[in-house]
């Protein structure tokens, strides 16, 4: 099988070709990599083919807090496809208040290697709840 | 009461821009900095862009923009710098006194310097004047991304995005996570104007379609928004008859463009270039008012937080030195750069001769393996090779001062 993408770590996004074959599991094997002009570039999509993954970012409910939510994010990159599941596991977060910024919300984020952390500091309000 | 408060320096807005500039005009000396903020907390537009990649040049980590906010304002308190939140600058006047009204009443701030910081909003339907009637469901869409980030309010259920720029672009990709089905991204230009990481980590990440030289010809619906209708544009940009579409959607959200926020510039009678709709400034970041200086979006729009947190750091460093009366009064006028192929805008305008100038600048059009030539009195002083130049990507070239000292002319190129 083959793959068309253009690099997006430069200004010169190169277009790469990526030949890979794949397997009934789903397992990709990529068999060569074809037009990047360097070797991060040729890097970069290699990965993108056989194991694309990225940063989640989301909000989760905060209660007593100077702000409804707690803006968050995944410490590592998780496989993309997974994003959705991550996402599901956020949706019904809820943590109260105070919140520092790093602090861990979820560890180890449905054994994908990364944490869940806070990407802000929320201060407490006085409130009832 | 009017409440009379002396200061040396005044930064108006508490964005990444008047953060860094209050810092460093500290840090170089200025005793009494005072920052103003409109909003209720500092940190500006950053609190709502919580999505990462930002601080890559500054820090070689990709942070989202309440971190990277985090990280100045802990700067701030720590320096003990004043700043005023809930506060808005009703007027500035040449002589640098700042009118500023909040629950604590009005107040007259009397600057040695001030630092411009306001930043940028965005562009309207008004401004674009898309046809049709007027139902709700339209945003823009920085106000959906405060909205769903900073308000916990969702904005409708199916929605068209106007424009590729790099908000419209997050946004896509935000909507989709939570639950929000996007009908398609609509772009004027044969080109995507946002990153290329965006549009495919935000667009192709989540097969959302791109119609490029594509344009929203009506928003249909009364109450509420029932549909756009789109169409493919020519190379005028005008749609083309018969290439309707009817894409139904109950919202809207346009990413058309920001414009600089210099309604107090223009009071202060700062001259603003019509190009980048922000103050003429010179190597010093001043504008053409002795004393005030200009910073980050309000000054031109930019790409990447990174070099509004860099441009903002020299205005406060130059605001300071002015306030400290060391301002290194120059022995020659500056220079204003002339403007050649291919080369929309210039920022700074004006080189001080002799000084160390880290140059800005933005094509018309986009294409590959290009030059960018700055060319001092017939010699070309640098030349740079650009594999590929958009529109949408700042150029950015460091003029040394020995090359200008006794220069007359100073001429910048895009070409072959």
Redesign the interface.
């Known amino acids: 099988m083959n793959k068309k993408l253009?690099c997006?770590l430069?200004?010169?996004?190169c277009p790469i070709s990526v030949d890979y074959t794949e397997n009934e599991l789903g397992t990709v094997n990529v068999i060569s990599v074809e037009g990047a002009k360097c070797a991060r570039g040729e890097f970069w999509a290699r990965e993108e083919v056989e194991n694309p993954v990225?940063?989640?970012?989301?909000?989760i409910?905060v209660v007593n807090g100077d702000?409804?939510?707690l803006?968050v994010?995944t410490d590592k990159p998780i496989p993309?496809k997974r994003?959705?599941d991550v996402?599901n596991i956020i949706k019904n977060l809820q943590v109260n208040a105070p919140v520092k910024?790093g602090e861990i919300i979820v560890e180890n984020i449905l054994d994908l290697g990364a944490n869940l952390i806070a990407?802000?500091?929320v201060k407490r309000v006085n409130g009832e709840e | 009461m009017l409440n009379e408060i002396e200061v040396d320096v005044a930064v108006i807005g508490g964005g990444p821009a008047g953060l860094a500039a209050a810092i460093s005009a500290k840090e170089n000396g200025a005793e009494k900095v005072l920052l103003i903020e409109r909003g209720s907390r500092l940190g500006g537009i950053l609190n709502q862009c919580i999505h990462d990649g930002f601080g890559l040049v500054l820090f070689n980590k990709s942070l989202t923009g309440p971190e990277y906010a985090e990280i100045f304002i802990e700067k701030l308190l720590e320096l003990k710098i004043d700043y005023m939140l809930n506060s808005m600058v009703l007027e500035l006047t040449p002589s640098k006194k700042l009118y500023v009204a909040n629950k604590n009443g009005y107040h007259l701030i009397k600057a040695k310097a001030v630092v411009l910081a306001m930043g940028c909003r965005e562009r309207t339907r008004g401004a674009i004047k898309i046809a049709g009637s007027r139902p709700s469901g339209v945003y823009t869409a920085g106000l959906a991304q405060n909205f769903i980030n900073l308000q916990n309010l969702m904005i409708g259920r199916t929605a068209v995005i106007l424009g590729s720029g790099d908000v419209g672009l997050i946004m896509a990709r935000r909507l989709t996570l939570e639950g929000v089905k996007i009908q398609a991204v609509v772009e004027i230009m044969p080109f995507p104007y946002g990153l290329r990481r965006n549009v495919v980590q935000c667009l192709e990440d989540y097969n959302i379609p791109l119609y490029l030289s594509h344009t929203v010809t009506e928003i249909l619906g009364r109450d509420r928004v029932e549909a756009v209708k789109i169409a493919k544009v020519d190379e005028n940009l005008k749609p083309i008859p018969g290439t309707e579409k009817i894409i139904p959607c109950d919202t809207v959200l346009l990413s058309v463009g920001l414009i600089p926020e210099n309604e107090l510039s223009r009071q202060a009678g700062v001259e603003i270039d019509p190009r980048t709709q922000g103050p003429v400034v010179n190597s010093m970041l001043q504008t053409s008012v002795k004393g005030i200086f200009a910073c980050g979006n309000v000054l031109h729009v930019n790409d990447l937080v990174d070099y509004v947190t860099v441009e903002a750091r020299k205005a406060g460093l130059w605001a300071a030195k002015y306030a400290l009366n060391q301002l290194p009064e120059p022995d020659r006028k500056e220079i204003t750069i002339t403007l050649g192929e291919n080369v929309r805008s210039a920022v700074p305008q004006k080189i001080i001769p002799g000084l160390d100038t880290s140059l800005f600048f933005r094509v018309y059009k986009p294409g590959k393996n290009k030059t960018l030539n700055i060319i001092v009195d017939g010699n070309k002083i640098i030349q740079k090779h650009c594999p590929s130049v958009t529109p949408s990507e700042m150029l950015k070239a460091d003029l040394k001062g020995e090359y200008t000292l006794n220069a007359e002319k100073i001429h910048v190129e895009v070409c072959e």
Do not use: D, E, N
Not at chain 1, 10 to 13: R, V
Not at chain 1, 54 to 59: A, G, I, L, N
């Open positions: 253009v997006i430069c200004p010169q996004g990225r940063t989640v970012t989301s909000s409910r702000l409804p939510l803006s994010r993309k994003i959705f996402m910024r990407t802000r500091t």
